[in-house]
């Protein structure tokens, strides 16, 4: 939609991206010289446009961070069709960064602003034959592979802890972060691989890298399951102070209907190495 914004008229676009995160230092502009996906994208818009085009991320992932489903918006002086954007835009975009939608939007719409929540995935590996294929998978993303063979069971069991939890003091340091339940948690496995799908109306600085951290620890027995439980039932600042490597985490979808939230996006096994058998997610 567009707007006489007093310097001739504008249009707001709407755009679902998907990108790798391991070649960009995180979704935010970055002095030049720094690979990001925001500045990749919006290169790539200006030379289309001829004219310097803003973008605003959902979220603004950090390096080495992945996306499915990063939703943005741009302004832009220039209007094409929709059909017209994607294919002059991927002759320009780095392989790893792709757009999957293109639409134009409402000249109120904002990306980050109107956001209800956010479904984030995170990934762990285990043994010689995952280790294997995290070269071999398709997609190109590698989880954090763990050292040690954790218990699947005592995972889940750390995960579950977490569904009514409100207060995450202890995972973040941000200071006095508002209180905010979970909207859906999900936990899937096969023989060395297990991926959290973790789902709310916001999160916290590294919140979710820094309780993937801790879930594996239960998990492997680098952390008690006592001290797991106190930061959790006496919250500290900063207390998991480790965040797990940022190349399992996935931004799988933004959401921006608030009846969405508390459902599995159908994106959320994207990635999963193939598999004939069926992959099991639990609800939690």
């Not at 001829?50 to 950090?62: I, W």
């Not at 899937?188 to 309780?211: C, E, K, N």
């Not at 900063?238 to 608030?258: I, K, R, S, T």
Request: glycine share 10%; hydrophobic share 40%.
């Amino acid at each position: 939609m567009r707007s006489d914004a007093g310097e001739g008229l504008l249009f707001r676009w709407r755009g679902l991206l998907a990108y790798n995160g391991t070649p960009f230092q995180g979704w935010q502009r970055q002095p030049a010289g720094q690979p990001t996906v925001q500045g990749a994208l919006e290169e790539a818009l200006s030379l289309l446009c001829q004219h310097p085009v803003p973008t605003v991320g959902a979220s603004r992932t950090d390096t080495g961070v992945h996306a499915f489903g990063q939703t943005i918006h741009a302004t832009t002086g220039c209007w094409h069709p929709v059909h017209w954007w994607l294919p002059r835009l991927h002759g320009i975009l780095p392989p790893e960064l792709r757009v999957l939608d293109w639409q134009e939007a409402p000249w109120d719409f904002h990306a980050r602003h109107q956001a209800a929540g956010k479904t984030y995935a995170y990934d762990w590996s285990w043994g010689a034959a995952a280790q294997l294929l995290r070269t071999a998978g398709s997609s190109g993303l590698t989880p954090w592979h763990l050292k040690a063979v954790p218990d699947p069971d005592r995972l889940e069991q750390a995960l579950r802890q977490l569904r009514s939890q409100d207060d995450w003091t202890s995972f973040t340091s941000e200071s006095a972060p508002p209180r905010r339940v979970l909207s859906g948690l999900w936990f899937a496995h096969q023989p060395g691989r297990a991926r959290m799908v973790i789902q709310g109306p916001g999160f916290h600085f590294q919140q979710v890298r820094r309780i993937a951290h801790a879930v594996a620890g239960v998990a492997t027995g680098a952390l008690a399951p006592s001290a797991f439980a106190a930061l959790l039932q006496r919250p500290r600042w900063n207390a998991q102070e480790q965040p797990a490597p940022p190349q399992g985490l996935v931004l799988v979808a933004v959401h921006y209907d608030a009846g969405s939230l508390g459902q599995l996006p159908d994106t959320a096994l994207a990635g999963w190495w193939p598999d004939s058998r069926t992959i099991e997610v639990k609800a939690l």
